[in-house]
């Protein structure tokens, strides 16, 4: 785990952004800009301060069934590492578990984990499904991340409307193709 980031350390820099961009930071509305551009990439980072025991908790159920769990819709914020601009969209997780399940909660928490870092997509739709493999023991596990990159869609090629989809499958979801269909029908 990392170590907090040094918020005067980390805000003189962002000071030395501002200053080579040709504004002046002692300007009114930037004088504090440092400061709290500080603090907001240390939130936006924090996934790397956090461990995923302490983030899962021990929060498992047990379940008599085997069937698929999916949950949709989780809301996800990240940066990508190579503009440090923010990507932004939707991910549904899926695993069939061997009996023991993970609170809902829990799977937001652990894609939140890995998003506030810096990121590229393909990367975090694969650590988010080895985390649950590894969380929940289960026999399969598949994710599916949507989401927009906005250093696609203000800089660069601008493409607004351009949806980048990655999936991760593991286990049962990987090696067998009806499990792996019920999952993306479900998601669609
Ligand atoms: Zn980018």
Do not use: W
């Amino acid at each position: 785990m990392k170590k907090e980031p040094d918020q005067k350390k980390l805000a003189a820099l962002v000071k030395g952004i501002i200053e080579e961009l040709g504004e002046d930071p002692a300007r009114e509305g930037l004088r504090k800009t440092p400061e709290r551009v500080a603090k907001s990439l240390t939130f936006l980072t924090r996934g790397y301060r956090q461990n995923l025991k302490k983030v899962v908790n021990g929060a498992y159920f047990e379940s008599g069934t085997n069937h698929m769990v999916v949950l949709k819709d989780i809301e996800l914020y990240s940066m990508c590492e190579h503009h440090m601009l923010p990507f932004y969209g939707k991910c549904a997780i899926g695993y069939i578990s061997k009996g023991q399940v993970l609170g809902v909660s829990k799977l937001a928490r652990i894609v939140d984990m890995f998003a506030r870092r810096l990121q590229i997509q393909e990367r975090l739709t694969e650590e988010i499904a080895n985390a649950v493999m590894d969380e929940t023991g289960a026999e399969g596990v598949g994710v599916v991340i949507k989401a927009k990159h906005l250093c696609m869609m203000m800089r660069g090629v601008e493409k607004q409307n351009s949806e980048m989809v990655t999936s991760a499958v593991l286990g049962s979801f990987r090696e067998d193709a009806k499990v792996r269909e019920e999952f993306m029908s479900l998601v669609k």
